[in-house]
């Protein structure tokens, strides 16, 4: 029999685990993590469709690409790069065009490209405090969901079994899924701010913090706190079992 105590807490617990997996699910897979905004230049309208083409269709190169996410109001994620262009106009031109968001996934390999001290220059050598959060915030994410999942299972064998005892490690692994939310925002904030420093950001470029990147943050602390009610629960029932079992042998 579960106290209604330790059962209130269990349920808190999973719907914050429910929620800072939703949250997490969602930032892995939109683009908003940061965002470019360029004043428009004088030539822009005339190599607008250069940059366009060379931004989808050329061979993946990190200085390339990020030029063009400077000087055209990019949107980088975990997995995906944007641009913001001019969509399909009529036959005459249009003074103020359509925008529209233009994507293109990072592949699986690419992913593991190493960075260079000098981003597109593969003599600069390499430079492992980039490649290294580069990947780490692309692997965390995807650690912090499989220890989600793994939990689940666990607490679904807790019910079975109808015991408390494996909610502690339901809490362990949850708390362990927090820290790898938390290091993957970390992780790229981290790989953002060296990029800045080595590429050098055009004059009249900003960038800010996109909504997923907030989602990816939020999570954490919701994985957090559920960790924290799934072990009290677990130690408190322990605890209490415990006392009722020296009870009855006295």
């Known amino acids: 029999m579960v106290d209604n105590r330790y059962a209130t807490a269990l349920v808190i617990g999973t719907v914050l685990s429910l929620l800072a997996t939703v949250y997490l699910s969602v930032a892995i897979g939109t683009q908003h993590w940061y965002q470019y905004h360029s004043l428009p230049t004088k030539n822009e309208a005339s190599n607008i469709s250069e940059l366009q083409e060379e931004f989808i269709h050329d061979e993946f190169d990190e200085r ?90 666990i607490g679904v064998c807790a019910c079975l079994c109808r015991s408390l005892t494996p909610t502690l490690g339901v809490g362990v692994l949850h708390l362990l899924a927090g820290l790898c939310s938390l290091g993957t925002v970390c992780c790229f904030l981290a790989g953002m701010d060296l990029l800045h420093r080595a590429s050098d950001l055009p004059k009249g470029v900003d960038g800010s913090l996109g909504w997923s990147l907030y989602l990816a943050l939020i999570s954490s602390p919701l994985q957090m706190m559920s960790a924290a009610l799934f072990l009290w629960a677990a130690r408190s029932h322990r605890q209490t079992y415990t006392r009722m079992t020296a009870y009855r042998v006295a």
Not at 84 to 101: A, R, Y
């Open 64 to 153: 390339a690409y990020s030029d063009t996410l400077f000087q055209l109001n990019g949107i980088l994620g975990l997995w995906w790069r944007c641009i913001l262009v001019p969509g399909q106009s009529h036959w005459f031109k249009e003074p103020d065009p359509t925008m529209v968001t233009q994507c293109v996934s990072f592949t699986l390999p690419q992913q593991f490209d190493p960075k260079y001290k000098e981003p597109g220059n593969h003599n600069s050598g390499e430079d492992l405090l980039r490649t290294y959060l580069w990947r780490c915030q692309f692997l965390l994410p995807l650690v912090s969901l499989a220890l989600v999942f793994l939990s689940g299972l």
